[in-house]
């Protein structure tokens, strides 16, 4: 009796049906190793997707979490008449680009 790679197969080529089906288990075997390697491929994939969503979500959080301190922030300088005034760090155009921007990530979603 003959042997192949495969030792838990051993065909008898005398007989037409078992070299047919050597042909075919090796084609399914082979088959099988691409659709694994292909459903990996995907799963690794769908892992790197997740995972880059994750950190883009927290980086426009840390950002939104950053404008609202840096807006937030102000000195409170007295008169001489006893009122308070409120005089921002930011003001100006520099102060509406930041509030902008707020806006623009309250839109995506950020909270």
Not at 91 to 104: A, N, V, Y
């Amino acid at each position: 009796m003959s042997t192949t790679k495969y030792k838990e197969h051993m065909p008898n080529y005398a007989i037409q049906s078992s070299k047919n089906n050597t042909k075919r288990l090796d084609f399914y075997k082979r088959l099988q190793a691409v659709l694994d390697a292909n459903a990996t491929r995907r799963q690794s994939l769908l892992i790197r997707k997740n995972m880059l969503d994750h950190q883009r979500k927290m980086n426009y959080h840390n950002e939104y979490d950053r404008l609202r301190g840096e807006l937030g922030q102000h000195t409170l300088v007295r008169e001489r008449g006893g009122l308070g005034i409120k005089h921002y760090r930011i003001w100006g155009p520099k102060r509406q680009e930041l509030q902008d921007r707020l806006k623009e990530l309250e839109g995506l979603g950020v909270k």
